[in-house]
């Protein structure tokens, strides 16, 4: 079993479509997906009812998730942890203990997707339209994070 974490601030916007996207995209009996926030404001509530929109418009349905804050534990949990933005990367890097730690952590964007090193931008405050960019974005990522674990096992 590969066991994939993505994190986001407020894991009510991002991350919980990351991880309804990717489950959609594998097989979950060979890969766990789970996400969390680096934020615990919102610990124990659903995704946010715009990313719980965008993902039914696109026939995924992530209203079964709540809000969890990133552990140091998860480091030992996770094979993968994906983060949205650079502010969340220096949050989650700040927390680990091990050079084996660190390397688990990768910008969601970078993941073989040569030329975009770039950021999940943060929709909370924005209006639909930033949510519909967020899941195009997150789409092609997991589209390729998908194929990379497909060649893995
Ligand atoms: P997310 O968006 O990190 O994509 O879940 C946010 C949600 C809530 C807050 C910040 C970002 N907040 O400050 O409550």
């Given at each position: 079993m590969i066991r994939v974490l993505m994190v986001c601030l407020g894991n009510i916007c991002r991350s919980p479509l990351a991880e309804g996207i990717l489950k959609s995209k594998v097989d979950e009996t060979r890969v766990f997906v789970d996400s969390a926030g680096t934020g615990g404001w919102h610990v124990g509530e659903l995704p946010d009812a715009r990313s719980i929109q965008i993902a039914r418009q696109n026939?995924?349905?992530?209203?079964?998730q709540r809000c969890r804050k990133f552990k140091v534990h998860d480091f030992d949990d996770f094979d993968l942890i994906y983060v949205m933005d650079a502010s969340n990367l220096s949050d989650v890097l700040s927390l680990a203990k091990t050079e084996m730690h660190r390397n688990k952590v990768k910008m969601i964007l970078n993941d073989d997707m040569e030329g975009y090193a770039m950021e999940v931008p943060?929709?909370?405050?924005?209006?639909?339209r930033g949510f519909e960019n967020v899941f195009a974005l997150l789409d092609e990522a997991c589209e390729h994070i998908a194929k990379s674990l497909s060649h893995e096992a």
């Open positions: 026939h995924i349905d992530i209203s079964d943060d929709p909370y405050y924005g209006g639909d």
